[in-house]
């Protein structure tokens, strides 16, 4: 029989709720006739056997069509694969980088409407005889909204137009997008609310109701905070875009962590590693022809010199390089583990690369004759308040407390702490944390129920 029988339970499947088609990854065991591993199926939704088990609610994205679907001896005929045998994970890795731009496109949109609502409001709302904007601390998040919503559109505008000349290998930097974008969406939804004070935290249907125009900045950051968790969670977008630069370095420096080598081919592979990395990283801080010919051919002409920053970009770029090159002969095949390092690392690449996409937007906008001033001017204020940020994460790269948190964490995961948790109480009471997955016949009717 040409068909695949599928048996399982899908947590979390977006739109599998109402969905008429569903993709499926499945893993095939090997066997005489099938070379087996992950598998992707296309699969009517109606297919006898689908249960949707449950509709999940979640902290924001209250209108999102997400549930549990279960399969139960669900026949598939063979002609609904996708692909190969064992292709599935690579089927889904590549649909991700699509996700990957347009999931950091709507933190932008969040970003301006962010900075529209943080503008018509400081601006009227009065304390202390003036507008809360022209009290400096309220000014400081303004301005940070204003300067990372010009830069993040500048990441996808770079991003997409690479991936529009289809001949670039964009994973890194849609990865970068993804990661940089929710991170930074987060920090301006939360600033948002700050400025709205009280009104940040009530719905907006409260402040209708009451009369007030209803505005939902804590429905913009429940919303936006899933970001930072689906599509590739920040922890593991650091791993993998980390993990680029570390896979390559291996391959270029196999001789250097090999315990066996005379020190005289540990220093030929070191000079050829280190010269990867010098090419590399600039590359990845500013994009494939971007530098240095762009950054020559600009005019300050009465604006603040961007020029400056780029050389900037360069020069941390160098500098990062060299600090993975030291930690990698330092942790050699421990490297891996060395999340708070890789993690910083790649921090600091997505401000590079966040600083030089501003850059090259503002002169772009200059030669084109619109907004010129003003694009430099937030590309500037943006360049001078990354290069803080990058400037800690630097320090953080050997300064830290990376150890020390180790130590707690195994007094915590032992028990020795338990003390403080004392004073707790727990409604939650003591349910299974992870509930039964294993394929089996459904409790409930086996046919596909929409909830609409
Ligand atoms: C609203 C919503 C919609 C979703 N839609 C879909 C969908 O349509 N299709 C689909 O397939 N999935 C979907 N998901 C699932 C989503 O992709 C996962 O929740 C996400 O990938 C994180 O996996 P997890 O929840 O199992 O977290 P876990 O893997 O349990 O991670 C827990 C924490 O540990 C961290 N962590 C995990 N591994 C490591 C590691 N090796 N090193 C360091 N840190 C680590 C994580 O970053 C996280 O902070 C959806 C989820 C939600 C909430």
Same mark, same amino acid.
């Given at each position: 029989d040409d068909a695949y029988v599928l048996d399982g339970v899908k947590l979390w499947t977006t739109n599998g709720v109402v969905a008429d088609l569903l993709v499926v990854m499945a893993r095939v065991p090997k066997s005489e006739n099938h070379r087996g591993g992950i598998t992707a199926f296309v699969v009517e939704a109606d297919s006898p056997g689908i249960t949707v088990e449950h509709r999940n609610a979640f902290m924001g994205l209250r209108g999102l069509e997400n549930g549990v679907t279960r399969f139960h001896r669900v026949r598939v005929p063979a002609a609904q694969r996708i692909g190969a045998e064992g292709a599935g994970l690579k089927i889904a890795l590549t649909t991700l980088n699509t996700g990957r731009l347009s999931l950091p496109a709507m933190c932008v949109g969040a970003g301006k409407w962010c900075l529209k609502i943080a503008r018509e409001w400081s601006g009227v709302r009065e304390q202390w005889g003036r507008p809360v904007a022209r009290h400096e601390a309220v000014g400081a998040k303004i301005s940070f909204i204003a300067a990372t919503t010009f830069a993040l559109e500048a990441v996808v505008d770079l991003a997409s137009q690479m991936a529009d000349e289809d001949r670039n290998d964009i994973r890194i930097e849609a990865a970068l997008a993804k990661l940089y974008g929710s991170e930074m969406a987060c920090l301006m939804a939360d600033e948002l609310v700050q400025i709205r004070g009280g009104r940040g935290f009530e719905t907006a249907e409260s402040l209708a109701a009451r009369g007030e125009r209803a505005v939902p900045a804590e429905q913009m950051l429940r919303d936006l905070r899933i970001n930072r968790i689906f599509e590739g969670s920040t922890e593991i977008m650091h791993l993998l875009i980390a993990r680029e630069a570390v896979d390559a370095h291996l391959s270029v420096a196999? !001789?250097?962590? !090999?315990? !066996?080598?005379a020190l005289g081919d540990k220093a030929k592979a070191g000079a050829r590693a280190a010269g990867f990395y010098a090419r590399w990283l600039p590359r990845l801080a500013t994009g494939p022809g971007q530098v240095p010919g762009t950054y020559r051919a600009f005019h300050p002409g009465g604006h603040p010199d961007l020029a400056t920053h780029l050389r900037y970009v360069e020069r941390s770029a160098r500098k990062l390089a060299r600090s993975t090159f030291y930690a990698m002969s330092r942790w050699q095949g421990r490297m891996e583990t060395k999340q708070g390092f890789l993690g910083r690392i790649v921090d600091i690449g997505a401000e590079l690369f966040a600083m030089s996409a501003a850059c090259v937007r503002a002169e772009h906008l200059r030669a084109s004759g619109e907004h010129g001033r003003e694009a430099y001017q937030l590309a500037d204020a943006f360049c001078e308040q990354s290069r803080l940020r990058v400037e800690e994460l630097f320090g953080r790269l050997w300064a830290n407390t990376d150890d020390l948190d180790r130590k707690v964490v195994a007094g915590v995961l032992s028990g020795t702490y338990a003390w403080l948790e004392e004073g707790v109480l727990d409604p939650s009471g003591e349910g299974p944390w992870i509930a039964d997955a294993a394929p089996g016949p459904s409790t409930q009717k086996n046919v596909h129920r929409p909830i609409r």
């Open positions: 196999g !001789d250097l962590i !090999d315990p !066996d080598k």
